[in-house]
């Protein structure tokens, strides 16, 4: 008689393929699936009864900002709770391997929106490791609740070698040594299984701190040639190339379109954020979709856009939110962090002529900037909850940007707001997520108090299909699974006899509309902080990792990131 350590019992088992599902059994035993059919009663430590609901391998959140938060809190149970057993960090060109902990608390605190404190005391803390390899060793030997992959991430590498001073400085490119040191950094970590190098090009992207404040991030500072040097090394080992370009400069997407593709050579994986149906622009994604069909049809289907497949919806505290880099007298006061100092600055008329006339341009945006279109959602003044901005500056006789302006100087962040920036129309999020020239990404997991971090991404895309039926079920599961886990060379996403006992259980029967709506969750090692999380405890009936049934609807597993050692560092194939 076979003996399990776990069988899931009836379940609806899909295998990550895209193959049609079949109603059976699963068998586990020492971490990995070892029977698919119909199991004998009475051989397993433990049974899970999964009638009425899906089985599925356990999702990949290939966007997060977790570099900090796993040091401290490595049970990374906001992503757990949602079915995600694989997570992939060091986007956007930040990671924790080389930069020391003052350079990673000004690389992640402003462009990620975490507290500096909170980031400078973990990388102080826990910093053990030299180089890659010694940093996937370090989190290996965590508790680990999901496993974690990484990028190298270019501007921890540039600060290092450069020093952040020099690396964030217009005019200095590195020297040929400081070129070659970066090869070798990069090597090594392709050696040690990282996916690959992340990048960035953003104008809103900024350091936080008091050495060098509102310079850009490293990696905006490198020129193409750099890049270059660098893309050949992951075009020869087959890994992966992640940016963030300079939206305000279409005429760059050229040159990661270039890199992406093969021809005469091998294409270069790229993936790039974000397919988005952007409201301030609604033909930006169709021309995003339309250039990257002809630039995988020519170049060897290397490119794909990154895609979050929920409502892009913001809130702000004030005007404390990242979609104000996007002009410069936003960014001059994001760029006061003294209270009364931004106060004040706000309240002159000087800068409000110049504020008004900046929100107000035309050009290129991703923000719509439509006050008519930004709710307030909590205020000491409970009169203007509920209205927009809008709205209560026609009932005052002044400019919506006015109203914005007022009501932030006299409560500061004790004003909240919300807006939707894009995928606001579900039929063009129903064709974005059949594209084949997006991957489901961009959740920003473990970035952003301020939500603008969609955890449980897939519980939500996997509701959308269910009830608007717009692609089979299979096929959503395929794309939040063992799609990205094969682009990204992970053994991940395949629920098979051999693989990984990585699994998540829905529950179709929780999909009652509440996935959208917010909650407060305590700030994993950072007393007294919130953030802003979404919730479906009623959806996900189980998530299991290595074999180790990690959560079961809103309830953890004694030892969850304490002394149980359930995932583990994926090495890229």
């Known amino acids: 008689m076979s003996h399990y350590s776990l069988v899931i019992r009836n379940g609806t088992v899909f295998d990550g393929a895209g193959s049609a599902p079949v109603r059976t059994d699963v068998g586990v035993h020492e971490g990995k699936i070892v029977a698919l059919g119909a199991i004998e009663a009475g051989t397993a430590e433990r049974e899970i009864d999964a009638a009425g609901k899906w089985v599925i391998p356990g999702m990949l959140d290939v966007h997060t900002h977790y570099d900090a938060e796993v040091l401290g809190s490595p ?44 980031v400078h005391s973990a990388v ?93 991030l490293p990696s905006t500072y490198a020129g193409w040639r750099e890049f270059g040097v660098l893309n050949e090394l992951l075009r020869a080992r087959g890994r992966i190339h992640q940016s963030t370009p300079n939206l305000a400069k279409r005429s760059e997407m050229a040159r990661y379109f270039a890199q992406s593709m093969g021809r005469k050579r091998k294409p270069l994986k790229t993936t790039i954020i974000s397919a988005a149906d952007v409201k301030a622009d609604r033909t930006v994604v169709r021309m995003a979709i339309a250039a990257a069909r002809i630039v995988n049809k020519l170049g060897g289907d290397g490119f ?39 106060g004040e600055l706000l309240a002159d008329e000087s800068f409000r002529r110049r504020f008004r006339e900046e929100m107000t341009a035309s050009g290129f945006k991703v923000w719509h900037r439509d006050l ?3 709710e307030i959602v909590a205020c000491p003044d409970a009169s203007v909850v509920g209205k927009s901005f809008g709205a209560i500056a026609v009932e005052r006789g002044v400019s919506p940007v006015d109203m914005l302006l007022d009501l932030a100087v006299a409560h500061g962040t004790a004003l909240r707001w919300r807006t939707t920036i894009a995928n606001d129309r579900d039929d063009v999020l129903d064709r974005l997520q059949q594209s084949a020239q997006v991957q489901v990404g961009f959740a920003d997991s473990g970035a952003h108090l301020r939500n603008m971090a969609f955890y449980n991404f897939g519980v939500r895309m996997l509701e959308r299909v269910h009830a608007r039926k717009f692609m089979p079920l299979e096929t959503a599961v395929h794309r939040l699974t063992g799609e990205l886990a094969d682009w990204y060379g992970l053994d991940a996403g395949h629920l098979a006899v051999g693989s990984r006992a990585d699994i998540a259980i829905i529950d179709p029967a929780g999909f009652d509309g509440s996935s959208a709506a917010y909650a407060e969750s305590p700030m994993p090692g950072l007393d007294g902080v919130d953030r802003m999380v979404n919730r479906n405890d009623q959806a996900v009936a189980a998530t299991i990792v290595a074999g180790h049934v990690l959560y079961e609807y809103g309830v953890f597993a004694e030892g969850f990131g304490t002394t149980v050692h359930a995932g583990q560092f994926l090495p890229a194939r």
């Open 304 to 342: 794909r856009w990154q895609h979050l497949p929920v409502p892009f919806e913001v809130y702000a505290d004030g005007i404390d939110v990242v979609v104000f880099e996007e002009f410069g007298s936003g960014a001059a006061a994001l760029n006061i962090r003294d209270v009364i100092a931004r």
């Open 372 to 374: 008519h279109d930004a």
């Open 124 to 216: 102080k803390e826990h910093k053990t490791w030299t180089d890659p390899q010694s940093y996937a060793e370090a989190i290996n030997a965590l508790p680990l609740g999901c496993n974690v992959a990484g990028f190298l991430g270019h501007s921890d590498i540039r600060a290092a070698v450069m020093g952040l001073d020099r690396a964030t400085s217009p005019d200095v490119a590195p020297t040929d040594a400081e070129l070659a040191r970066m090869k070798t950094m990069l090597t090594d970590a392709l050696d040690a299984g990282f996916v690959g190098l992340s990048t960035i090009r953003s104008s809103f992207s900024k350091l936080e701190g008091t050495r060098w404040p509102a310079r850009l």
């Open 75 to 118: 049970g990374l149970g906001e992503s757990v709770r949602h079915g995600v057993t694989s997570v992939v960090l060091g986007n956007c060109s930040l990671s924790t391997v080389y930069a020391d902990a003052d350079d990673c608390a000004d690389l992640f605190a402003r462009v990620e929106a975490l507290p500096w404190d909170a």
